[in-house]
């Protein structure tokens, strides 16, 4: 579902550009609207949220779509936990659709799904396990790996059990908002991939936006 | 799906038991084995992860098992992966036709909103245990604990998807008498419960049991239909294989 923001970028409290192949970690706090931003168009933002307060709290790709009965995220959707609280609200989206199902990108993944001979490329996985070794306050390992979303990215399931990875559907300037429902850590990979269409093999900066 | 191959489940059966509604068991299952399960009743529901007992961080990954082998239905053909690119097991034989992989468990919360509370002190064995805690007490014997606990499989449920997005639960998906055989590429820890799916829209909670066999399973040919299944089941075999290089079988 399409909704744009009211707000706008000069009254924000915090911006950031992410470029494709870093991670971006901070917490968001209870109340806080953030923004992610497609700032070329057709990137993919592989982010993981937790509970600041208890990081074994986490967001729960399947408690959220088994929840809201819909396997893709726009505005409305409730982002669960696997408490099955609310963490997050999705309340503006000119994107629509978002994937939850596909996971992110891993060197290891990657020799599955496009070679052997692959397995040294950058991936989203590996940004996060820098993320969590360089930023240890947060208290986060690879225990704590878990399935993501992939905002931005288009991954339709089809009738008869199929999944399929499509062009993107988003594009130059559309953006995907979120009010926190609890203090929660951001964590998210601007996908480095090179080997796939989601982003038109041309990975792309995010901006990253923080009101309140 | 009950076509080719129902010889490939044909070796001895080493052990056989059942497990009854709303329990938890663990098992660890070594290469070249099979685990085969039967929904006895119809309508049953097991909720299962896998895990490397080398190293526990290596896990099932459902959105990679999903997005390596371009499916969201799980059946015969279709690999189990783990976060590391290797296969946990193959799906050899399955007369379900799809078991699904995103829903994840009931809670105590879902039970009692859908089918009430019954405690343990008041019912004894017939009360309603859920999923999620079941997963909680088979992890901790390891160990490990609700940030380990990956999206699990469902086998013998399914869910649909419409254009939209919009989940529907597939109702009589599972016969009396419908099996799914799982052959370990590697040596797995399995958790494994009974309870129902959270989806299920029954009136009273399923109280459907499951037989498990493990079977002494036929070496993997270079014509395996699994391994064949995609290409990139071949790579991931090929995983498998590096990481049994050193001959893989006396690990403990």
Redesign the interface.
């Known amino acids: 579902m399409i909704k744009e923001s009211k707000l706008h970028a000069d009254s924000s409290v915090f911006r950031q550009q992410v470029l494709a192949g870093d991670y971006f970690i901070k917490v968001v706090k209870k109340g806080q609207t953030f923004r992610i931003l497609d700032i070329e168009g057709n990137q993919a933002a592989d982010t993981l949220f937790y509970n600041a307060n208890d990081p074994a709290e986490r967001y729960s790709a399947m408690d959220t779509i088994r929840e809201q009965g819909n396997v893709y995220l726009t505005a409305g959707s409730k982002l669960l936990s696997n408490e099955n609280n609310v963490m997050l609200e999705i309340v503006a989206d000119t994107c629509g659709r978002h994937d939850t199902l596909g996971g992110a990108c891993a060197t290891e993944s990657n020799t599955v799904r496009y070679a052997l001979e692959k397995k040294c490329m950058h991936a989203c996985r590996d940004s996060w396990m820098l993320a969590v070794a360089e930023n240890e306050e947060y208290g986060l390992s690879k225990r704590d790996i878990t399935h993501n979303i992939n905002f931005f990215m288009n991954v339709p399931v089809t009738k008869d059990g199929g999944l399929t990875f499509e062009d993107g559907i988003s594009g130059s300037g559309k953006y995907v908002e979120m009010k926190a429902s609890m203090d929660t850590i951001v964590l998210l990979s601007n996908c480095p991939q090179l080997n796939n269409p989601c982003n038109g093999y041309n990975p792309t900066p995010v901006e990253v936006i923080i009101w309140g | 799906m009950t076509t080719a191959s129902l010889t490939a489940t044909a070796g001895t059966v080493l052990y056989e038991d059942s497990l009854a509604s709303g329990c938890h068991w663990s098992i660890i299952m070594r290469k070249g084995s099979v685990l085969k399960l039967t929904d006895t009743e119809g309508g049953a529901n097991v909720g299962m992860l896998f895990y490397n007992p080398q190293n526990l ?1 290596e896990r099932y ?4 098992t ?3 082998q ?4 799980l059946t015969k053909g279709n690999c189990l ?1 783990s ?4 296969i946990f097991c193959s799906i050899i034989e399955d007369s379900v036709g ?1 078991h699904e992989t ?3 468990n009931t ?1 105590k ?1 879902i039970v009692k909103d859908k089918w009430g509370e019954k405690n343990y002190q008041d019912y004894r064995n017939d009360w309603n245990q859920n999923g999620y805690s079941s997963f909680l007490v088979e992890l901790a014997k390891y160990g490990l ?8 499989l469902n086998l013998f449920s399914a869910v ?8 529907q639960y597939v109702e009589n998906n599972s016969k009396a008498g419908d099996s799914v055989a799982l052959r370990f590429e590697m040596d797995t820890l399995v958790l494994l419960h009974s309870c129902p799916h ?2 299920n829209p029954a009136a009273e909670y399923p109280k459907k049991p499951v037989r498990y066999q493990i079977i002494k399973g036929e070496p993997v040919e270079a014509n395996d239909f699994c391994m064949n299944f995609r290409a ?1 089941n071949q ?2 075999f ?2 498998n294989e590096i990481f049994h290089l050193d001959g893989g079988c006396c690990h403990d």
């Open positions: 961080l990954n459902a959105p990679d999903l997005k390596c371009h499916t969201f239905k992966y976060d590391m690119g290797r799809w995103v829903c994840g809670t919360q604990g609700k940030k380990d606990m990956a999206a699990n649909s998807v419409n254009d939209d997005g919009a989940l959270p989806l990139e790579r991931g090929k995983n």
